[in-house]
């Protein structure tokens, strides 16, 4: 019932920096813990990181730890994303996901998916 759409996503060049969105619509943003993933080519789909419903919680992707930050402002009903260092290792292709009863890096936790956007680092 509810959608998520992601924005944001783009070429970067090594070293530089990206912000993602995913807007929730069609029930209360609140309600459900959020996380990224992304999945690279040739590579089974990766757990980035992840947010609590009320946003002070959070968990990161060992490769991710110290470049990337999730947040959510619950009065937009958005999530976020900020990459920073990218590395050609982020090449990827980043979808939002919420889930209405657990906080989990595991993907079959999730009960909605947004439509995944293109990340690409060029070296």
């Known amino acids: 019932q509810i959608h998520l759409v992601e924005s944001g996503g783009g070429l970067v060049q090594t070293g530089g920096s990206l912000r993602l969105s995913c807007v929730v619509s069609?029930?209360?943003?609140?309600?459900?813990?959020m996380g990224w993933f992304r999945q690279a080519p040739g590579m089974e789909r990766q757990f980035v990181a992840i947010?609590?419903?009320?946003?002070?919680?959070?968990t990161y992707a060992d490769p991710v730890v110290g470049r990337f930050t999730i947040t959510r402002d619950n009065a937009k009903s958005t999530l976020v994303l900020e990459m920073n260092s990218l590395g050609p290792e982020d090449t990827a292709v980043y979808s939002c996901?919420?889930?209405?009863?657990?906080?989990?890096?595991?993907?079959?936790?999730?009960?909605?998916w947004g439509q995944g956007i293109q990340v690409t680092v060029s070296s």
């Open positions: 996901a919420a889930s209405r009863k657990y906080y989990s890096a595991y993907d079959y936790a999730y009960d909605h």
């Open positions: 069609g029930g209360t943003f609140s309600n459900y813990a």
């Open positions: 947010i609590n419903w009320v946003g002070d919680h959070t």
